[in-house]
């Protein structure tokens, strides 16, 4: 069993470095396809440009406010799912008042709300990135919150209700426990992309001081291998951001498991 758990490991590392192997290629030939370093850059000079922007304190600082926007607007759209999904499982009138709230918001096309945003908010260039991101994230994080609640054992939640346990106790002794682990195993991909609208609302933008921002200024300066270098950053902190959060899912599941064992 143990030797066989390695095994698959090592395969899927190999695979992994295959799929790396693969987009690379990938770029090397749309590279010498294309012909042209405005197209599509060299990979050499990509490359370049990354490490140049690993020093340069404006990057760091870009970042860190594009990510501070980013994870503003997984909390408030967290805290807003969290709420809304408990009424809805506590109530089956709130459920259908709130689901044609949620598909709407789901169905709003981002380009658009991007622009309207920035008219209410009298152009605010900051604020806006975060609105955008928001009404993306919410209606996602509402689905995943409910789905997981009605995952929950039908015969222990009309249990609960026979021996008329009350729904501040169905809420912290049930539902919560059991939908938790679901909830954080999703947390990594919510914010990896929470990152990605942040990024492209801040483009439409034109957000001073963000990725966003900075990618719109290398787009007009036709600088592609700063573009690109740019574009392979985000990749890798949404990357980083999920390996993170999937540890910490580990972890907690291992320690809730332990702690159930007891």
Same mark, same amino acid.
Not at 82 to 110: D, G, H, Q, Y
Not at 155 to 170: I, N, P, Q, T
Not at 200 to 216: D, I, P, R
């Given at each position: 069993?143990?030797?066989?758990?390695?095994?698959?490991?090592?395969?899927?590392?190999?695979?992994?470095?295959?799929?790396?192997?693969?987009?690379?290629?990938?770029?090397?030939?749309?590279?010498?396809?294309?012909?042209?370093?405005?197209?599509?850059?060299?990979?050499?000079?990509?490359?370049?440009?990354?490490?140049?922007?690993?020093?340069?304190?404006?990057?760091?600082?870009?970042?860190?406010?594009?990510?501070?926007?980013?994870?503003?607007?997984?909390?408030?759209?967290?805290?807003? +799912?969290?709420?809304? +999904?408990?009424?809805?499982?506590?109530?089956?009138?709130?459920?259908?008042?709130?689901?044609?709230?949620?598909?709407?918001?789901?169905?709003?096309?981002?380009?658009?709300?991007?622009?309207?945003?920035?008219?209410?908010?009298?152009?605010?260039?900051?604020?806006?990135?975060?609105?955008?991101?928001?009404?993306?994230?919410?209606?996602?994080?509402?689905?995943?919150?409910?789905?997981?609640?009605?995952?929950?054992?039908?015969?222990?939640?009309?249990?609960?209700?026979?021996?008329?346990?009350?729904?501040?106790?169905?809420?912290?002794?049930?539902?919560?426990?059991?939908?938790?682990?679901?909830?954080?195993?999703?947390?990594?991909?919510?914010?990896?992309?929470?990152?990605?609208?942040?990024?492209?609302?801040?483009?439409?933008?034109?957000?001073?001081?963000?990725?966003?921002?900075?990618?719109?200024?290398?787009?007009?300066?036709?600088?592609?291998?700063?573009?690109?270098?740019?574009?392979?950053?985000?990749?890798?902190?949404?990357?980083?951001?999920?390996?993170?959060?999937?540890?910490?899912?580990?972890?907690?599941?291992?320690?809730?498991?332990?702690?159930?064992?007891?």
């Amino acid at each position: 069993m143990i030797k066989k758990f390695f095994t698959q490991r090592k395969l899927n590392i190999i695979f992994s470095i295959l799929a790396i192997i693969f987009m690379w290629l990938v770029w090397i030939a749309a590279y010498y396809i294309a012909g042209n370093k405005l197209i599509v850059p060299a990979f050499s000079d990509t490359a370049q440009s990354f490490f140049n922007y690993l020093g340069d304190g404006e990057f760091w600082l870009a970042l860190w406010n594009t990510f501070l926007r980013t994870l503003l607007a997984f909390i408030i759209s967290f805290i807003l +799912a969290a709420a809304c +999904a408990v009424f809805a499982k506590l109530s089956n009138c709130a459920k259908a008042f709130l689901k044609p709230i949620v598909v709407f918001i789901r169905t709003l096309p981002t380009l658009a709300v991007m622009l309207i945003i920035l008219k209410l908010t009298t152009g605010n260039r900051n604020f806006s990135p975060v609105i955008v991101t928001i009404l993306v994230l919410f209606p996602m994080i509402f689905s995943q919150m409910l789905a997981a609640a009605d995952g929950i054992d039908t015969g222990l939640v009309e249990m609960a209700k026979v021996y008329k346990v009350s729904k501040k106790d169905r809420l912290f002794k049930i539902y919560l426990p059991l939908v938790a682990p679901n909830i954080i195993s999703q947390t990594g991909a919510n914010i990896s992309l929470g990152l990605k609208i942040m990024i492209s609302a801040e483009v439409l933008a034109n957000t001073v001081k963000s990725l966003g921002g900075m990618m719109q200024y290398n787009n007009y300066a036709a600088e592609v291998a700063n573009l690109a270098a740019l574009t392979l950053a985000a990749v890798f902190i949404g990357l980083i951001i999920e390996f993170a959060i999937s540890f910490v899912s580990r972890v907690a599941c291992r320690w809730t498991a332990k702690e159930g064992g007891e």
